[in-house]
């Protein structure tokens, strides 16, 4: 049987030009990038090497890229970091109410301690409004996060406007960019940003590695103490070999751009134009102009959308309700509920995602499975047009 992957936005698969490149650091080259022999310096010139490769993917310095442990860490440290340093100016952050829970979390957490946190909403399509963002700025404001791009519908947010007024107010911007790298142009220096995350399994590359863009100049507090690796700013022997593989697959990233780009986004818009013109009841989530070149959200009038998911992995089809995160738990997702769907819709509501490789076969099948699903489900539910429901 076909096995069918559209979960790109919950992870990828390392590709084998990244996996070539870190192997020979498990065994060979196993040396602590910390120790001053041969092999130590071998290390060492691997994750310089992997520093110019991220750091060239979103026009950085080199030395304003620090590796972290996943994307998640390197949102902790922003808001830990900025919140600390900047006590004395203020206890205010501003961020958006459909940021990953690597965020969102945080930002609880810190209100916990004192600190007061704005979530910008969104309107239905999932932008954001950046007069609201104006109104929300106070004179304790530090901190203004916005995510580049939404993991769950697939948005893509102005930064570079939000930069540009979070600049006029003299406040600190950062945004996590872990879905939006690869996917969308990335530019620190044009888009005026301070601190910016990314992961490298979302982009081909291996899971447990992340990054923080950090501004030069700017100074937070170290998230993890302990020896003086990564310029002194994070503590920890290096993962070398994930580092490197970070690396490759950034740079891949910024070769392959543009066919990327043009080939995500056609399967995903065949896709889309398969589903509408051959299932009944559905509706799309999200405005599909400024939107992430895989993804696409939709919702399944009438039926759950786990229910989907269980089915179509019977058939080797991998998807997802709404985010990895959220699917573990029965709570609707926060993304969809910030655009006003109904509890109800929100739990017939699949995200799909293609990537790199998936194929126009793919689609067929998904498709014809896709009907048979909805079609089961829809005959076994109480709901529904010619039920007497709505
Ligand atoms: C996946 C993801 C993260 C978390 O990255 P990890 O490396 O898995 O910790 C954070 N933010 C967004 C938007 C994501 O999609």
């Known amino acids: 049987m076909r096995e069918v992957y559209l979960d790109y936005s919950a992870t990828t698969p390392v590709k084998q030009e990244v996996l070539q490149e870190m192997l020979p650091y498990f065994c060979e080259k196993f040396g602590n990038a910390s120790s001053l022999y041969t092999p130590g310096l071998e290390a060492k010139s691997a994750l310089d090497h992997a520093r110019e490769q991220v750091a060239e993917l979103i026009n950085a310095k080199p030395t304003e890229i620090y590796f972290t442990g996943c ?28 940021e990953h829970h690597a965020m969102l979390h945080t930002c609880e957490y810190l209100a916990k301690h004192g600190y007061e946190i704005t979530y910008l909403p969104i309107d239905a399509e999932g932008r954001l409004n950046l007069q609201d963002l104006e109104n929300a700025i106070t004179d304790r404001t530090i901190l203004i996060s916005c995510m580049l791009v939404n993991n769950e519908i697939g948005t893509v947010h102005p930064i570079k406007d ?97 066919q990327h780009v043009e080939h995500a986004s056609r399967l995903r818009n ?7 013109a051959e299932i009944p009841d559905v509706m799309i989530n999200g405005e599909m102009e400024e939107r992430h070149p895989g993804n696409l959200n939709v919702t399944f009038k009438y039926i759950e959308g786990e229910s989907i998911l269980l089915l179509l992995d019977q058939y080797h089809i991998c998807v997802s309700t709404g985010s990895a995160c959220s699917s573990k738990s029965l709570k609707p997702s926060h993304v969809l509920a910030a655009l006003g769907v109904s509890d109800e819709l929100i739990h017939g509501t699949v995200r799909f995602t293609t990537g790199d490789f998936t194929t126009e076969e793919d689609i067929d099948y998904v498709v014809e499975c896709l009907k048979k699903v909805v079609k089961t489900l829809r005959d076994l539910s109480p709901l529904g047009p010619d039920k007497g429901w709505k």
Do not use: C
């Open 162 to 258: 939000i930069a540009a007024i979070a600049k006029k107010h003299g406040i600190l911007v950062h945004t996590d960019a872990v879905q939006g790298l690869g996917n969308v142009p990335i530019d620190v220096k044009d888009m005026g940003i301070d601190f910016l995350s990314m992961s490298a399994h979302k982009i081909y590359g291996p899971k447990g590695v992340g990054a923080l863009y950090m501004r030069k100049g700017i100074r937070i507090p170290n998230l993890i103490h302990g020896g003086a690796q990564e310029m002194g700013k994070r503590a920890g022997t290096e993962n070398v070999p994930g580092i490197v593989g970070f690396g490759k697959a950034a740079e891949l990233a910024r070769l392959n751009f543009a």
């Open 71 to 98: 994307g998640s860490e390197a949102d902790n440290w922003v808001l830990y970091g900025v919140a600390d340093a900047y006590k004395e100016k203020g206890n205010h952050i501003i961020t958006t109410v459909e």
């Open 270 to 276: 065949l896709l889309a134009e398969k589903i509408v």
